[in-house]
């Protein structure tokens, strides 16, 4: 199975160039690209379609992304994994 990821709106444009440069067998897509949740989706419907498409959510939202993430879970619903990014770190550093 191959994993695949969706980078969140508001992340650095650097992080999906630099991780195709580095692993170039992961699928990457970012919000608002084709066949993806277009710009200014809601967080919870980014999780519904993360966790329908079975895609891996990269984030910086520290703050609504976890209450919703745990919303889902609370009504025993499967979520693939999601990724926060660690605004203390540099690019590299997260995606390492």
């Known amino acids: 199975m191959t994993l695949r990821y969706l980078i969140d709106e508001n992340v650095n444009p650097l992080y999906p160039n630099q991780i195709k440069l580095k692993e170039r067998e992961i699928f ?3 919000v608002g690209e084709p066949e993806t949740p277009p710009k200014g989706t809601l967080d919870p419907e980014i999780i519904c379609w993360y966790e329908e498409n079975n895609f891996i959510l990269v984030t910086n939202n520290r703050t609504s ?3 919703h993430l745990a919303d889902r879970i609370a009504v025993n619903r499967h979520i693939p994994g999601i990724f926060i990014l660690n605004p ?3 690019v590299g550093e997260n995606i390492e």
Do not use: A, E, F, K
């Open 28 to 30: 990457i897509q970012v």
């Open 65 to 67: 992304m976890p209450v």
């Open 88 to 90: 203390n770190l540099s």
